[in-house]
């Protein structure tokens, strides 16, 4: 198995250039299911859950064709197998996302009850509350989700509580349903706005993507289009925030500072300064940064897929620090694993206390899911000699050439196996 071997306490200065988004790519390669037409999608990212997807639509029988720039065509012009299986989502939970638009096209669907990070339950009762309430029945047999459907219908869906793949799954599902689909509650993320844009693209009729009401009136069909996916404003966040807690300076080049305006105030509470211009963004950081508390929440707040690299930076801040996660209940497992690089964080229910200490010192880690990785990357940066993070699959699934990344940045990191 990969490991990831970090000599840190080096300041990282350079420039990053932002990959596409792993969470918008992976809803907008679903949508190409709902038409026969050929869809292009642009600046994919290059990553293990970007292949996992891949792999399960051509399953499905989507003629799948790669170029060498990580565009891709898909062609859904006939499905054989309306199905996804345990072997292919197990590790990625968005594999779920593939049930609304087959069961808008096909009335009917077989997908694996989701895997992904170990991160709390993460049910999806919301996504099956509603595709019932658009008239499919839902069974769970054998760990297996089975919908069918005699043709959709629009409905009134209000979520209990805030859902990206939620959000993303219906709104695919009404795009085809027959009348008016009104999403409530629904996630603002920027990912589905993103999603929403590459729908239009395909005749869709949505509005309201990017807000917390979304109105989608079915149609027909829809057509192909050609689609460019957004920037990942968490790998940006993350070269961020590894930058700043160095002590560097970074130039990150593809990324809108709108999007990220949370991280951004953040990050210049803390003391760093970030400058933008255009699609580019300057971060300086001082020696040592001011603590500062976190409490994730749904976008517009701090994003928790931003919070255990955050914790990283607030575990050499000067002073004590909060940081709430009420996204996932089980999103701290980082915490152990930075404590042993010798910071100093108690857990209290939902909320980590974070004392700053002057100075990390490397160790040997194990990564436990993917955003925690991205914490212990920052974490063996900051840190004093050598430290070696173990299970990296994990970051594989989220982080586009993470080692060559940094290492154009100065950081001393390199993939070893065993
Ligand atoms: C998406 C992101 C993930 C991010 C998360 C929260 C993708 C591919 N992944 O995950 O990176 O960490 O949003 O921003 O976009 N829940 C229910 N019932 C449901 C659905 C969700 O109770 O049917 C709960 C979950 O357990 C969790 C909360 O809702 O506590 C938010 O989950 P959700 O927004 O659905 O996360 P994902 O879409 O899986």
Do not use: W
Request: hydrophobic fraction near 45%; charged fraction near 20%; charge should be negative.
């Amino acid at each position: 198995m990969e490991k990831l071997v970090i000599e840190g306490g080096v300041k990282l200065h350079g420039e990053v250039e932002v990959s596409g988004a792993k969470n918008a790519a992976l809803p907008i390669l679903c949508a190409s299911l709902l038409t026969a037409d050929s869809v292009k999608i642009r600046n994919l990212p290059h990553l293990q859950d970007v292949t996992t997807m891949l792999t399960l639509l051509g399953h499905i029988g989507v003629d799948v064709e790669l170029d060498e720039k990580m565009g891709v065509v898909l062609r859904a012009a006939e499905l054989n197998r309306l199905q996804a299986p345990y072997e292919l989502v197990r590790t990625m939970r968005a594999s779920v996302l593939v049930l609304g638009p087959l069961v808008a096209r096909y009335g009917k669907a077989r997908v694996s009850l989701p895997g992904g990070c170990a991160i709390g339950q993460r049910p999806v009762d919301q996504h099956i509350k509603g595709l019932e309430a658009m008239g499919a029945r839902v069974k769970i047999e054998q760990g297996y989700l089975s919908v069918t459907a005699d043709g959709l219908v629009g409905a009134e869906i209000v979520f209990d509580l805030v859902t990206v793949t939620g959000t993303e799954n219906l709104m695919l599902a009404a795009t085809l349903a027959d009348g008016v689909t009104t999403l409530r509650n629904a996630a603002q993320e920027p990912e589905v706005l993103d999603l929403a844009v590459c729908l239009i693209g395909m005749g869709a009729k949505i509005s309201g993507a990017g807000t917390d009401t979304i109105k989608i009136e079915g149609v027909a069909s829809l057509h192909g289009f050609d689609h460019p996916v957004m920037f990942d404003r968490i790998e940006a966040g993350t070269y961020m925030t590894a930058v700043a807690a160095t002590g560097g300076e970074l130039l990150l080049k593809g990324a809108n500072v709108n999007v990220i305006s949370s991280l951004v105030s953040k990050l210049t509470g803390s003391g760093a300064s970030i400058h933008f211009e255009g699609d580019q963004l300057l971060v300086t950081a001082p020696n040592r940064l001011n603590p500062i508390d976190i409490k994730t929440a749904p976008y517009p707040g701090f994003p928790t897929d931003m919070q255990a690299q955050f914790m990283a930076l607030n575990t050499i801040a000067n002073g004590t620090s909060t940081v709430s996660e009420t996204i996932f209940e089980n999103r701290f497992m980082h915490v152990q694993e930075l404590n042993r690089l010798g910071a100093k964080i108690e857990i209290q229910g939902n909320m980590a206390v974070v004392k700053g200490v002057s100075s990390l010192t490397g160790a040997e880690v194990m990564a436990t899911d993917l955003r925690a990785s991205a914490g212990l990357v920052i974490a063996g940066l900051i840190a004093a000699n050598e430290t070696t993070i173990g299970r990296i699959y994990h970051l594989d699934r989220g982080y586009e050439r993470i080692e060559e990344k940094f290492g154009r940045l100065g950081a001393k990191i390199r993939r070893v196996s065993g």
